[in-house]
Nanobody, 128 residues
Framework: VQLVESGGAMLQPGGSLRLSCAAS????????MSWFRQAPGRGPEWVSS????????YYAESVKGRFTISRDNARNTLYLQMNSLRPEDTALYYC??????????????????????WGQGTLVTVSS
């Protein structure tokens, strides 16, 4: 399994950014996927997840209405469109394969224990 995130940048509050995750080494089109992030000095935080077919999608309350997760199964690529960015969105963003994208809603961060593969992360810095 290989997951390579890209698209991170430094930008001002209110800006937009799209992250990408190129996947290989497994059957992407049948695999649920997730994004999570880790801010400096803090633990990992689930951001969003998506079922293998593209729907449904799930979001943490902190990003709901601002972020949109999507995927292109023909290109083996996962995306995260981030709008109205805030300083508190500053973090290293990771994509991960997920045994059940819906599980976050029921068990929260304990679902991290079930993740097996993630990339090296891409850094998003939101600062004025």
């Amino acid at each position: 399994v290989q997951l390579v995130e890209s698209g991170g940048a430094m930008l001002q509050p209110g800006g937009s950014l799209r992250l990408s995750c190129a996947a290989s080494g497994f059957t992407f089109s049948t695999t649920d996927m997730s994004w999570f992030r880790q801010a400096p000095g803090r633990g990992p935080e689930w951001v969003s997840s998506i079922k293998a077919g593209g729907v449904p999608t799930y979001y943490a309350e902190s990003v709901k209405g601002r972020f949109t997760i999507s995927r292109d199964n023909a290109r083996n690529t996962l995306y995260l469109q981030m709008n109205s960015l805030r300083p508190e969105d500053t973090a290293l963003y990771y994509c991960a394969t997920d045994p059940d994208a819906a599980r976050w809603i029921f068990v929260g961060n304990s679902h991290f224990l079930n993740l097996e593969d993630w990339g090296q992360g891409t850094l998003v810095t939101v600062s004025s």
